[in-house]
């Protein structure tokens, strides 16, 4: 058994999206609601912290630390793991300190956790200097990696993918927003080792196709030689489309306002602005575009990140018609 500490309320509902569905006049759509994990709003992040915990509190860390963007939505949710078990926590978070304590950064704050701003070139240097001060005082902290994305917080994946099995439903599709790799090559090991026929397509949030595949294939590697398997894939078998980046990492464009408003007054599910209203964007030109069969079922994974809907950035812009 690989330890594991318990964080997210399991297994995730998954609903249908008839009326989506039928206003897209295409495939049969299911919606897996990991914005329901529970941990201070939910996400993605919360079933990779249940493991990365579990390796944290064996080395009897008492402090957690991580990076991210002020609006991360992984560090609001190591904040919370850090509150629940009684760990502190420094988030180093890119860019300047916002004028409004808004979305994610404003939970950041309830949540207890300490927060040192740096640019994003110097966010590795900040890391490694806030990590060695703290241990010079005599913390023992304990790094997450950036979206918790290595070896073992990417299990997570592996272990809900059977989930989603369990809970009897075996799409043709499963598309999903990708970002530091971990789901994504989480998934593909849950696929590879139930032989899985569908196809797990990442939309990526950032990253060109390549770059991503540079992480997502090594990562299915070591997610799989933890749990005591060797499961390899090829650059081809892992499945990125990197068409829906838009103006680049947070900058939600229409596409994402439309997808936002669409699953919202179609199916009451609210998406956010920088991971999962650009996957849906993507998910729905695709429907357009007739890539898939109307017979298919197209499970979209909701990976959370309702707070930065909060952030004014996004406010304003989301009540516009498109
Ligand atoms: C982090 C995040 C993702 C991307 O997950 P990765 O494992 O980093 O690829 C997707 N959606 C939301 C809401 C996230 O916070």
Redesign the pocket.
Known sequence: MIPRVSLAILPTPIESMPHLSGHLRGPQLFIKRDDMTGLATG???TRKLEFLLAEAIAQKADLLITAGAIQS??CRQVAAAAARYGLGCILVLTGKPPELPEGNFLLDHLLGAKIVFSSLEDRDRQLINVFEAQQSTGYKPYLIPY?G?NAIGGLAYADAFEEMLCQGMCPDWIVF????????AGMVVGAKRSEFSGSVLGISVDAPEKALKDVVVPLVKQISERMGEKIGVSYDEVLVNDHYIGAGYGMMGEPEIEAIQLFARFEGIIL?PV??GRAAAGLIDLIRKGTFKNSDKVLFWH???LPALFAEKYQQRLTQQV
Not at 177 to 184: H, L, M, N, P, R
């Open positions: 996400g993605n992040k939505n992984h979206g994305s927003a990708s970002s530091s790799g971990g789901t994504q956010d991971y999962t990976t959370g990140g």
